[in-house]
């Protein structure tokens, strides 16, 4: 027990808890966006997969619960090492001393992770428990779907939210890759093809959603 405490107090620990539970989301939105995608082909598919998961039983709740812990543990890794950032720096770097390898992803991953933090707690009262969807529908995320993001300041929120979410892996991922010692040192730090692949494809298949309900490509 101490060696994990130890281990979570030290800054190089919480740098690999938040690349492991990093991981973990990126594992989950891979699975979430391709499995929300099938509404394009068939709605019915897109119910037929919440039934299936249904079908795990406690399971279920056992990765909801492991998918929650990770949200938890990489919010309050975050948090702490950025109090311990600035206190080690308060006054921040000159213009030009890091900002020409720094990214407009960089620069706003803070308030990208609280528009993220929101857009879950939303998306959970949203689409998991329908509290805030009048006519949801249990068992039916394609009709949910479609009828939340019909409302064009939800469906607008699900865009900023998605382009936070893109902005957050092409970070996070190439960082994550860093902490684990599966990237090296580059000559050109602002090269990151798979973490800017994997953002483009998750957070733009997300955000094809809402853009084809808001253009009545979905209905």
């Known amino acids: 027990m101490r060696f994990f405490l130890d281990f979570w107090r030290s800054t190089i620990g919480k740098k690999i808890v938040m690349a492991v539970t990093g991981l973990i989301g990126i594992g989950f939105v891979i699975s979430h966006v391709a499995s929300n995608l099938a509404i394009f082909a068939d709605p019915a598919k897109v119910d037929a997969y919440a039934v299936f998961l249904r079908g795990f039983g406690p399971l279920l709740y056992v990765a909801r619960a492991v998918l929650l812990g990770a949200v938890v543990l990489h919010v309050v890794a975050a948090v702490q090492l950025t109090t311990r950032a600035r206190a080690a720096r308060p006054v921040g770097y000159r213009e030009g001393a890091q900002r020409e390898v720094s990214t407009f992803a960089v620069r706003t991953i803070r308030i990208g992770g609280f528009i993220l933090l929101a857009f879950i707690v939303f998306h959970l009262l949203d689409l998991t428990l329908g509290v805030v969807t009048p ?11 479609v009828l939340s993001l019909s409302r064009w300041p939800v469906a607008l929120f699900y865009l900023v939210a998605m382009l936070s979410l893109g902005l957050h892996i092409y970070h996070g991922a190439w960082s994550a890759m860093r902490s684990l010692g599966a990237a090296r040192p580059s ?25 084809a309900v808001l253009f009545g490509w979905l209905s």
Not at 135 to 145: I, T
Not at 195 to 210: D, E, K, T
């Open 135 to 145: 006519g949801f529908q249990h068992l039916r995320p394609s009709h949910n779907m």
């Open 187 to 211: 000559n050109n730090p602002l090269r990151r093809g798979l973490p800017l692949l994997l953002a483009v494809l998750i957070a733009g298949g997300f955000a094809s959603i809402p853009l």
